[in-house]
C-alpha cells in the first residue's frame, strides 16, 4: 500500500525559507507525478507544482519564481523548497503520488507565515 507522508511544516517568519519534503513508500518504483498542493483557510485546494518519474518539473503556480520542487530518487522523496514566504503563503501543503492510475494524497503539513 502506497503511503505519503509530508513534514518540514512549522510556523515561521515573513522572509524566510523553508523546505517541505514528501516522502513516498509502498511503491515499486518511482510515482508517474508527484505534485505539490495547498490549501489555505477558507480557499480552494491549488496546485503549486509536479514532478514526472523522468524529472520534468511542471510549475502551475504563480509561485514558480519562489518555489521550487526537486527529488533523491533515492529517498524516494521530494522536496519543496519556499523562499521569500508571505503570510499569504500560510497554508496546509500536501503532497499526491499518482502511480498507474492509483492517486496517493498525504495528509498535509501546515505552514504559518508571520509578519
Known amino acids: 500500500q502506497v503511503k505519503v507522508v509530508e513534514s518540514g511544516g512549522g510556523m515561521v517568519q515573513a522572509g524566510s525559507s523553508v523546505t517541505l519534503s514528501c516522502e513516498i513508500s509502498?511503491?515499486?518504483?518511482?510515482?508517474?507525478?508527484t505534485g505539490w498542493y495547498r490549501q489555505a483557510p477558507g480557499k480552494q485546494r491549488e496546485s503549486i507544482g509536479t514532478i514526472t518519474a523522468g524529472g520534468t518539473v511542471d510549475y502551475t503556480s504563480a509561485e514558480k519564481g519562489r518555489f521550487t520542487i526537486s527529488r533523491d530518487t533515492a529517498k524516494n522523496t521530494v522536496y519543496l523548497q519556499m523562499n521569500s514566504l508571505k503570510p499569504e503563503d500560510t497554508a496546509v501543503y500536501y503532497c499526491?503520488?499518482?502511480?498507474?492510475?492509483?492517486?496517493?494524497w498525504g495528509q498535509g503539513t501546515q505552514v504559518t507565515v508571520s509578519t
Open positions: 499526491r503520488a499518482i502511480i498507474d492510475i492509483v492517486s496517493t
Open positions: 509502498g511503491s515499486i518504483g518511482s510515482p508517474n507525478v
